[in-house]
């Protein structure tokens, strides 16, 4: 079978990576077909609500790039699907008290569910996307999820989530480059080389304000209440748990003989935990909805290195599985913003073995 | 027709929206880009041969719709017409102290229907939508009992864009003007397959738009009956009877005209072939797709315009499958952003609003072969299977 004969759906944003990705695909001779989603988004008072993904100019701007490439180009509408999921996701964690990682969710539950089910309906092989990461196979044939050979764009963390299924569908054409190999890529290709902003920020907040947006959808964790010591001394009051942070020791308006910092939330007393700098490191996590992305959980504990944040730097910890949806990590150094809700994801050198949501801290 | 890239069969089957222009059409209107290139308004040679072209042209369609040629206004499309026509003689007609009520459809095209919102939200006119059945037909007798005295106009499309029924123009016209109200029908589906006399029909003003009957885009006409006031809506020179300011596109005018001309010319035979083709699609979908249900009146609809329901499936969803298989359909709340409205159409008929998001719309167009609509219902038939069980999967 030639690449022609082998569809691949390509996420485009209208932004460097994914055009490009789409581009690399057309030269190899692949028959691809350019998606964006629709996403929900807020609605404001102007009406016009538009999710930072998914404007009208990266709309007009991807378009342009799927006819320069020609290639047919559609957009889906993923709007009920979207707030149904990862937005009543983020308001839901924060609920528990927690601090989602949302991105984590869209790749779980739109990109390589709702995106790649579109995208098998059309008898597309592949779902390609603009990530920095890469795909391979191990001698027995299981896909392997890589760190993008560009190290400081590597977005693997986001990817943790995908399992052989996803993977064996998965094409991540920019992986294999330096980011300035790709923009070198895309004026050989004729291509825009702006970058869009990293998919960090929370892209369905109609003024980029999560405090206002939870303020009006989840009322509730915007609620006044205690700051308390570990003993439970009551130190002053916090203006809602989600405006806090662990780590965090600007802006807790508490007077003490020595810096204090958030150390912890007890969402069902509605108290925000603080202590000195001694109380903050934490050495061991346990996370929950843990996907091993080989589909086999480790029968012993291992070795590993984990991410605790997209940004965080890899830090070694033994990892113990318990049962096949949490694992126990215990880093060989404490670290200081263990935060329950982020995404723990655990590394062998550039290989990405899957990952868990940040339970709690021990 | 053939994909440029892929050199993959395209079966147009949109012809709704817009149709090729006739290679006829186009030989008609080049001497007027280029050798007759002057403004009809120029008091020179120049001038003076585009404006005999123009009033030709004029002479041309005022045949075809029974009407004077002082009768026809040129504009640039079926939008504007519908805009001069309502807001032209809602505004006469206060100047005139004739009424404020409009009365219309919750079916018409947006230009009537958007014209008629703006003209009670910021003008202070008032509007009564005449209700309509689950074939999408309004009742003339029921129309008759709504409409009041201070009816001022009058405004029901010819045939339906999307679902392809015709109303029953005559009739509402003769109640219309029993209130002493003018009657405007936006015949733009219609004119090319439908009798555009206005005499028989009955219409004060009627608009058409050249690019739906194989003409080019951006030219369309507007019928206005002698004696009829009408508020000019683009001011600017006294071009069209100081009715609608601006330079007459000689070409497209010439190419409207000659579109139409031929279009009545051979009118039996392409009615008779657009039908063959729309009944051999329609009974195929209904026989091979799952869930199909066709909307609009059975009979009374346009000869090319065959449109569906699909139980439980998105039009946009829809749409992109069949593109890929290089098919060109429609969906009224199709989108290219992504943003799919129930249609209102569907919602004024009385479907629920999930289904009101799964039309299909399949128009044929006169050089539709029984082949293409042959592979068109396999397409769909096969489509709409994997849909369903994708569906059901998830």
């Given at each position: 079978?030639?690449?022609?004969?082998?569809?691949?759906?390509?996420?485009?944003?209208?932004?460097?990576?994914?055009?490009?990705?789409?581009?690399?695909?057309?030269?190899?001779?692949?028959?691809?077909?350019?998606?964006?989603?629709?996403?929900?988004?807020?609605?404001?008072?102007?009406?016009?609500?538009?999710?930072?993904?998914?404007?009208?100019?990266?709309?007009?701007?991807?378009?342009?790039?799927?006819?320069?490439?020609?290639?047919?180009?559609?957009?889906?509408?993923?709007?009920?699907?979207?707030?149904?999921?990862?937005?009543?996701?983020f308001?839901?964690q924060h609920?528990?008290g927690v601090t989602p990682n949302?991105?984590?969710?869209?790749?779980?539950?739109?990109?390589?569910?709702?995106?790649?089910?579109?995208?098998?309906?059309?008898?597309?092989?592949?779902?390609?996307?603009?990530?920095?990461?890469?795909?391979?196979?191990?001698?027995?044939?299981?896909?392997?999820?890589?760190?993008?050979?560009?190290?400081?764009?590597?977005?693997?963390?986001?990817?943790?989530?995908?399992?052989?299924?996803?993977?064996?569908?998965?094409?991540?054409?920019?992986?294999?480059?330096?980011?300035?190999?790709?923009?070198?890529?895309?004026?050989?290709?004729?291509?825009?080389?702006?970058?869009?902003?990293d998919?960090q920020d929370l892209?369905?907040l109609?003024d980029g304000d999560y405090r206002r947006f939870l303020s009006?959808?989840a009322p509730?964790v915007m609620t006044e209440g205690p700051i308390v010591r570990r003993n439970g001394e009551v130190i002053g009051q916090h203006q809602g748990l989600s405006n806090y942070t662990i780590g965090q020791r600007k802006g807790l308006g508490v007077q003490a003989a020595e810096p204090l910092y958030v150390i912890g939330m007890n969402p069902?007393v509605n108290a925000l935990v603080v202590g000195t700098s001694d109380e903050l490191g934490r050495?061991?996590l346990?996370?929950?909805?843990?996907?091993?992305?080989?589909?086999?959980?480790?029968?012993?504990?291992?070795?590993?290195?984990?991410?605790i944040r997209y940004k965080a730097k890899?830090?070694?910890?033994?990892?113990?599985?318990?049962?096949?949806?949490?694992?126990?990590?215990?880093?060989?150094e404490p670290l200081r913003d263990i935060t329950p809700g982020q995404?723990?994801?655990?590394?062998?050198?550039?290989?990405?073995?899957?990952?868990?949501?940040i339970?709690r801290q021990? | 027709?053939?994909?440029?890239?892929?050199?993959?069969?395209?079966?147009?089957?949109?012809?709704?929206?817009?149709?090729?222009?006739?290679?006829?059409?186009?030989?008609?209107?080049?001497?007027?880009?280029?050798?007759?290139?002057?403004?009809?308004?120029?008091?020179?040679?120049?001038?003076?041969?585009?404006?005999?072209?123009?009033?030709?042209?004029?002479?041309?369609?005022?045949?075809?719709?029974?009407?004077?040629?002082?009768?026809?206004?040129?504009?640039?499309?079926?939008?504007?017409?519908?805009?001069?026509?309502?807001?032209?003689?809602?505004?006469?007609?206060?100047?005139?102290?004739?009424?404020?009520?409009?009365?219309?459809?919750?079916?018409?095209?947006?230009?009537?229907?958007?014209?008629?919102?703006?003209?009670?939200?910021?003008?202070?006119?008032?509007?009564?939508?005449?209700?309509?059945?689950?074939?999408?037909?309004?009742?003339?007798?029921?129309?008759?009992?709504?409409?009041?005295?201070?009816?001022?106009?009058?405004?029901?499309?010819?045939?339906?864009?999307?679902?392809?029924?015709?109303?029953?123009?005559?009739?509402?016209?003769?109640?219309?003007?029993?209130?002493?109200?003018?009657?405007?029908?936006?015949?733009?589906?219609?004119?090319?397959?439908?009798?555009?006399?206005?005499?028989?029909?009955?219409?004060?003003?009627?608009?058409?738009?050249?690019?739906?009957?194989?003409?080019?885009?951006?030219?369309?006409?507007?019928?206005?009956?002698?004696?009829?006031?009408?508020?000019?809506?683009?001011?600017?020179?006294?071009?069209?009877?100081?009715?609608?300011?601006?330079?007459?596109?000689?070409?497209?005018?010439?190419?409207?005209?000659?579109?139409?001309?031929?279009?009545?010319?051979?009118?039996?035979?392409?009615?008779?072939?657009?039908?063959?083709?729309?009944?051999?699609?329609?009974?195929?979908?209904?026989?091979?797709?799952?869930?199909?249900?066709?909307?609009?009146?059975?009979?009374?609809?346009?000869?090319?315009?065959?449109?569906?329901?699909?139980?439980?499936?998105?039009?946009?969803?829809?749409?992109?499958?069949?593109?890929?298989?290089?098919?060109?359909?429609?969906?009224?709340?199709?989108?290219?952003?992504?943003?799919?409205?129930?249609?209102?159409?569907?919602?004024?008929?009385?479907?629920?609003?999930?289904?009101?998001?799964?039309?299909?719309?399949?128009?044929?167009?006169?050089?539709?072969?029984?082949?293409?609509?042959?592979?068109?219902?396999?397409?769909?038939?096969?489509?709409?299977?994997?849909?369903?069980?994708?569906?059901?999967?998830?």
């Open positions: 079978m030639s690449n022609k004969d082998i569809r691949v759906v390509v996420a485009m944003s209208g932004g460097v990576d994914s055009s490009v990705a789409a581009a690399l695909l057309v030269e190899q001779g692949y028959d691809v077909v350019g998606m964006m989603m629709r996403l929900w988004s807020e609605p404001t008072m102007t009406g016009g609500a538009h999710n930072r993904c998914c404007t009208p100019d990266q709309m007009s701007d991807a378009r342009r790039i799927a006819d320069r490439l020609g290639i047919p180009f559609y957009v889906l509408d993923t709007k009920e699907t979207f707030r149904s999921t990862v937005v009543q996701y308001i839901d609920r528990d949302p991105c984590l969710e869209c790749n779980r539950q739109i990109r390589f569910e709702f995106l790649l089910n579109n995208a098998l309906a059309l008898e597309a092989q592949y779902l390609a996307t603009g990530h920095y990461a890469r795909v391979s196979r191990a001698e027995n044939g299981q896909f392997q999820l890589r760190k993008g050979l560009d190290e400081h764009k590597d977005q693997s963390y986001v990817l943790s989530v995908l399992g052989q299924p996803q993977l064996s569908h998965a094409l991540f054409p920019v992986g294999e480059y330096a980011k300035p190999e790709v923009r070198q890529l895309a004026e050989r290709f004729g291509l825009p080389t702006a970058s869009k902003k998919s892209c369905f109609g009006q959808y509730e069902q050495s061991e346990t996370a929950r909805r843990v996907n091993w992305i080989s589909g086999v959980t480790p029968v012993e504990p291992f070795y590993a290195e984990v991410k890899p830090m070694r910890a033994l990892i113990e599985p318990l049962g096949d949806d949490r694992f126990h990590a215990a880093f060989d995404g723990a994801v655990i590394y062998n050198g550039d290989l990405c073995l899957g990952g868990g949501i339970e021990v | 027709m053939k994909d440029s890239r892929t050199s993959r069969r395209i079966i147009y089957l949109d012809h709704s929206a817009t149709t090729p222009t006739d290679p006829r059409v186009v030989e008609a209107m080049l001497p007027y880009f280029t050798d007759v290139f002057g403004n009809a308004a120029s008091a020179h040679g120049a001038g003076r041969k585009a404006e005999m072209a123009v009033e030709d042209a004029r002479e041309t369609l005022a045949n075809l719709l029974n009407c004077q040629p002082k009768e026809i206004v040129f504009t640039s499309g079926g939008t504007e017409s519908d805009n001069l026509a309502i807001r032209g003689a809602a505004i006469s007609a206060r100047i005139q102290g004739r009424g404020a009520r409009l009365v219309t459809t919750p079916i018409e095209h947006d230009a009537v229907l958007k014209t008629v919102e703006a003209l009670v939200s910021q003008s202070g006119f008032e509007c009564t939508l005449l209700p309509v059945d689950g074939d999408g037909m309004v009742d003339a007798g029921e129309a008759a009992s709504v409409m009041r005295a201070d009816t001022a106009l009058v405004s029901v499309i010819y045939a339906n864009n999307e679902i392809g029924t015709i109303e029953p123009v005559s009739a509402l016209a003769a109640a219309a003007h029993e209130r002493g109200a003018l009657f405007h029908t936006d015949a733009v589906q219609a004119a090319g397959q439908l009798n555009l006399d206005v005499q028989a029909l009955g219409a004060d003003l009627l608009t058409i738009s050249a690019h739906k009957f194989y003409g080019p885009k951006g030219v369309g006409a507007l019928f206005v009956r002698e004696g009829i006031e009408l508020e000019p809506h683009q001011a600017g020179g006294s071009h069209e009877q100081g009715r609608r300011g601006g330079t007459l596109n000689t070409p497209g005018i010439v190419g409207m005209a000659k579109a139409l001309e031929l279009a009545y010319r051979e009118l039996d035979e392409r009615v008779a072939q657009l039908r063959a083709r729309r009944d051999q699609l329609i009974d195929g979908i209904m026989t091979r797709v799952a869930g199909a249900v066709l909307t609009g009146h059975a009979a009374r609809r346009l000869p090319s315009h065959a449109s569906f329901v699909i139980d439980g499936l998105d039009g946009n969803t829809l749409l992109m499958h069949l593109d890929l298989n290089g098919i060109a359909a429609s969906s009224a709340s199709a989108c290219k952003t992504g943003n799919p409205e129930p249609s209102g159409v569907l919602l004024a008929m009385g479907l629920p609003a999930g289904q009101a998001l799964g039309s299909l719309r399949l128009t044929v167009g006169k050089d539709t072969t029984e082949d293409d609509i042959e592979y068109v219902v396999e397409t769909i038939a096969q489509t709409v299977e994997k849909l369903h069980r994708l569906r059901d999967k998830a």
